[in-house]
């Protein structure tokens, strides 16, 4: 005869295999293993390179990115001429028209007033120019000759209407003004030489520079 316990164990054998417990499957389920990524070889990697640049697509891409480059730079100095070549004539023909008067400023106040129009436009126009990065330091102190130049321009405005004209003040502004102008040349070349651009000082002092224009490397 079988004992109390013995009784019991046919009991709970009887209702596991009744019920079955799920997990007892997950424990003893083998596990899949995931297959690993497959690992791209050293010699791979090396024949793509070599197709890439067999193609001639990364110096396609250099050549692009000099162009874009150098037209960038073309934009800005040729922007930057208009704006400041028109303001410096008119200050230039003011001043010869003051000395002319020899301080009688009675008969130039329209011109004062253009050329003090035309300076303070134009020096917004160049505010709102974005530099190349080789240029910054020749914005900088063209905006600083314009600052010189605006504040002579306007002594000649409260001069005009105070009739009290000073000549040596004016010559104060034209000397730092003329000092100012003397440094924008050397920061043109300096920029030139960091933007890697062709370019020659002419016998007249003036600078005459290239841009390339396409792949070919040719240069305008």
Same mark, same amino acid.
């Given at each position: ?84 070549? +028109? ?6 023909? =003011?001043? #010869?028209?003051?000395? $002319?008067? *020899?301080?009688? @400023?009675?008969? !130039? ?52 209407? +105070? ?6 003040? =004016?010559? #104060?502004?034209?000397? $730092?003004? *003329?000092?100012? @102008?003397?440094? !924008? ?36």
């Amino acid at each position: 005869m079988a004992t109390p316990a013995q009784k019991n164990f046919r009991k709970q054998m009887i209702l596991l295999n009744q019920q079955r417990d799920p997990s007892y499957d997950d424990i003893y389920r083998p596990v899949r293993k995931r297959k690993a990524p497959q690992k791209w070889s050293w010699g791979a990697i090396g024949f793509i390179l070599l197709a890439l640049f067999a193609s001639g697509l990364p110096m396609k891409i250099y050549n692009e990115l000099t162009i874009h480059h150098d037209q960038q730079i073309r934009s800005y100095l040729q922007e930057r001429e208009q704006y400041f070549s +028109s303001s410096d004539q008119s200050f230039k023909q =003011l001043i #010869t028209k003051v000395n $002319e008067a *020899n301080g009688n @400023l009675t008969g !130039l106040t329209l011109d004062i007033n253009e050329t003090d129009l035309m300076l303070q436009q134009n020096y917004l126009n160049l505010m709102d120019l974005e530099p190349p990065r080789d240029f910054n330091e020749l914005h900088k102190k063209t905006m600083e000759l314009y600052v010189i130049k605006q504040a002579a321009v306007d002594y000649l405005v409260s001069s005009s209407l +105070s009739k009290t004209y000073h000549p040596e003040i =004016l010559s #104060t502004y034209i000397q $730092e003004s *003329n000092m100012k @102008l003397s440094q !924008l040349q050397p920061l043109m070349i300096e920029g030139l030489q960091k933007a890697d651009l062709r370019y020659k000082v002419n016998t007249d002092g003036t600078l005459t520079y290239w841009v390339r224009e396409d792949y070919a490397g040719s240069w305008e």
